[in-house]
């Protein structure tokens, strides 16, 4: 494993979990982490032991904070994660323009590079599998921003071939330290803690629609792997295989927490809400070595012994 190593969006949901990860496997391993605080928090760092700069990575003066030094390995993890801030400047200037400029920083250096893409990026079109190479068709501004990161990639790869440069498609992950995310986390988690508080589980519609839920567990190992490809660039699907309705999860939930809640049905506020993802896995796995773990009721399972499953944040 890489002992040098940067991650954005460090104090996130995986940026946190995967930061940790390192630590526990590679404990002498320097690990700067990048945050500038607008979502992550710092209960997610408890235990952490390395450097932590909080600066916007779209300001990032390279030069003054690290010289001429280069990591081994870039996880690029920073981005506004709130899918339903539908202003497509905001995405675009703190996802895509951050992006720009990391890369700006990174140019003519060597190392591997690895960034968060979304399955945002296939939109709502699909109801089978969602394979790389689908047509795309981003329904909101946030998946069209990933889309605009990915392009931007595969420009810079061609100029800088020294550096590798691996783009996530990360499913629905669920697990530890998404509390802060609040509306935004996985919908396990906001679920659990509605059941948790007693009340019913709200869901869309019917809540038939399925979604490819990835325990964060699974999506760090994959993330892992990415970190140690070494030649070329690729986008690659990160989920479970599997597409599992809201229904199957509120059934789980109520096994793993012990309640027997009813749905609470809705009708959906959303034009570009998703009703199908299921993550296609086979180039992920032939390029990666990435085969998820977790069923989501293993996932669930996890997620609820950790002890963060339904909390609520104390801060
Ligand atoms: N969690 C998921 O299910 C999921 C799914 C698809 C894609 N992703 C992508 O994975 C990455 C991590 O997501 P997450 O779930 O951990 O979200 P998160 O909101 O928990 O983490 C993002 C972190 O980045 C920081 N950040 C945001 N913009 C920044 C900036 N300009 N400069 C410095 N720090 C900044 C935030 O403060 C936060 O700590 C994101 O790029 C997200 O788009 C996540």
Redesign the pocket.
């Known amino acids: 494993m890489a002992k040098d190593i940067l991650i954005?969006?460090?104090?996130?949901?995986?940026?946190s979990n995967l930061a940790l990860e390192i630590q526990r496997r590679e404990p002498g391993a320097e690990i700067v982490l990048?945050?500038?605080?607008?979502?992550?928090?710092f209960l997610n760092l408890a235990g952490f032991r390395g450097d932590l700069i909080t600066?916007?990575?779209?300001r990032l003066d390279w030069h003054r904070l690290f010289g001429e030094r280069s990591p081994e390995v870039v996880y690029h993890?920073?981005?506004?994660?709130d899918t339903t801030v539908t202003d497509t400047a905001t995405q675009m200037r703190?996802?895509v323009e951050?992006w720009r400029h990391l890369l700006f920083c990174l140019a003519g250096k060597s190392l591997r590079l690895v960034y968060?893409?979304?399955?945002?990026v296939y939109g709502i079109s699909s109801s089978g599998q969602n394979r790389v190479g689908d047509p795309e068709r981003p329904a909101n501004a946030?998946g069209f921003s990933?889309l605009q990161m990915e392009h931007l990639a595969k420009r810079f790869a061609g100029e800088n071939p020294q550096i590798s440069l691996a783009g996530l498609?990360?499913?629905?992950?669920?697990g530890p330290r998404?509390t802060?995310?609040g509306s935004?986390a996985?919908m396990i988690g906001q679920l659990a803690r509605q059941m948790r508080a007693g009340k019913r589980p709200r869901l869309f519609l019917d809540g038939s629609q399925k979604r490819d839920f990835v325990y964060v567990a699974d999506a760090i190992e994959a993330t892992l792997a990415a970190g140690l490809v070494t030649k070329g660039e690729g986008v690659f699907n990160v989920g479970s295989g599997k597409a599992r309705s809201f229904n199957e999860v509120v059934f789980c939930l109520n096994t793993v927490l012990g309640t027997q809640a009813e749905p609470e049905y809705f009708p959906c506020p959303y034009r570009f809400f998703q009703p199908h993802t299921e993550a296609a896995l086979s180039a992920t796995e032939a390029a990666l070595g990435y085969r998820p773990r977790f069923s989501l009721e293993k996932g669930i399972e996890a997620y609820s012994a950790s002890g963060w499953l339904g909390r609520e944040l104390a801060q």
Do not use: P
Request: glycine fraction near 16%; aromatic fraction near 14%.
């Open positions: 954005t969006g460090g104090a996130g949901f995986l940026g990048v945050d500038d605080f607008r979502s992550g928090s600066v916007d990575v779209g993890l920073a981005s506004i994660t703190a996802n951050g968060a893409s979304s399955a945002a946030y990933k498609r990360y499913f629905n992950v669920y998404e802060h995310k935004s996985s």
